[in-house]
């Protein structure tokens, strides 16, 4: 009896003190893993996300320790965060020195300074004709290319302006995008003849009298656009609130409500109908304000029409910048226009058909191949503005690991917003040890945030994290709350040692 006792004894002491010693079996490392783990649960764990589904992922890139992951196979609206996968698959397959070229060619002779025949221009899809990379001259391109004819001897032109915008297939305007987004820029149609973004500028500031209409300037100047402005300016900004729309299917903006006569110039984008004839009736105006005549007008080429090979004749290319810069205007500005122009620009490189679906199996045949599966990437467009994209985060945290470790790594972490500097993410996580150490790509449609990319990627202990937030009823800014404090608990733990 006695010796079972002691036993007995035995076995329930060292059950109490391998309890209370356990933590000291722990690695130090280990204890900070769990202290993240922890502390992003009680970040999560507030009630008003009780109907939001959240998908998490984060791993240490060095040793590839998940650290924390909360359904990470689960199917997500991934918004912009989709353009990782675009701008990666384009960076891998068309390399980061490739650039979108715009061919002008002509029929016919040239003589005593008058082409006689026509000017033909093979749109390639280049997103880039505008003022983004020509220090906001709007015209910039159109005028180097009225340069480039008159330093060939061409001031006339007696036949047509041809636009050949066949490398792109319609739609125009991919699945599942909203039709009441039509109207901004970030649902421009997309098109082989792109020219500002497929977008007229507005720029409208207030009267000095209350009660007037307000004032409203148009840049390009465009006479097939109409304004109806039935806004005016009023003397309390509190009542100040101005409406812009296009209607749906024309050319005509309206701008409705109130201004106040103190306002700032409000500047917006709005995207135009018949995006082809946009271009090319931009390019017929700047090139006669350059001095050079035309007398036949312009028009489009139809999907049967051809020229005989040998009656078309060179006169200049012209190319964008290279697709290391275009991928920084997609992921730092979130820009929906670019990125659909580069995966439709895909679909016709490597599928031969410039569409949606051929630009979105690209993607999805680069994704197979470094690993994600089928049933974790649903994508049908390139940007992510289309709510029938589905992603899990475990696909995003796949691609992010694979591009760490890719030789043009360097090209696609530029591309990326950094916290607190510059892109989406510019006015967050500032001030905080995350500013600047955060490169990441937001997401946003309604009821859907995300935010996924990197933490000290140049760091000794670089992390990768992909933090999605789908069906919340909170306010957005309180889920970009939450996530700056994740990606800041991710950076302290990425820089204690």
Partial sequence: MQKILIVFLFLISNFYLSSCTSSLWLTKYDQKVNKLNEQINFLISDPSLHNAHIGIYIEALKDGRVLYA?????????????????????????????????????????????????????????????GRFYGGDRLAVFKQWADSLKSRGIREIKGQIIGDARLFKAPKLAEGWNWDDESFW???????????????????????????????????????????????????????????????????????????????????????????????????????QQGIELSSGVRLLNEEETFPEDSLKMLFSFHSPPLSEIIKVINKRSHNFYTEQLLKTM???????????????VVREFLNSIGVADEHFINVDGSGLSRKNFVAPIATATLLRYMYYHPDFQYYLNSLPAAGIDGTISDRMIGTRAQGRVHAKTGYVGHVRALSGYVNPEGKNPLLFVLMFNNYSVPTPKINLIQDKIAILLTEFSMTP
């Fill in 70 to 130: 909360r359904n990470p196979f689960k199917l997500m609206i991934p918004a912009s965060n989709m353009k990782l996968f675009t701008t990666a698959a384009a960076l891998i397959k068309l390399g980061p020195a490739f650039k979108f070229t715009t061919q002008i060619t002509y029929t016919g002779s040239i003589k005593d300074s008058i082409l006689y025949g026509n000017l033909l221009i093979k749109g390639s899809g280049d997103p880039s004709i505008s």
């Fill in 347 to 361: 679909g016709a490189v490597f599928k031969g058909e410039g569409s949606f679906e051929a630009g979105a199996a």
């Fill in 186 to 288: 970030y649902a421009a149609k997309i098109s082989a003849l792109a020219y500002n973004d497929n977008c007229v500028d507005l720029a409208i500031f207030p009267d000095s009298l209350a009660g007037k209409t307000v004032q409203v300037r148009l840049f390009p100047e465009y006479s097939k656009v109409k304004i109806i402005n039935k806004a005016i300016t009023v003397d309390r900004p509190g009542q100040a609130e101005l409406k812009i729309s296009r209607l749906q299917g024309k050319n005509t903006i309206v701008i409705e409500g109130a201004m106040s006569v103190n306002a700032d110039t409000v500047r917006e984008s709005i995207t135009v109908e018949n995006v082809d004839q946009f271009f090319l009736d931009i390019l017929a105006q700047t090139f006669e």
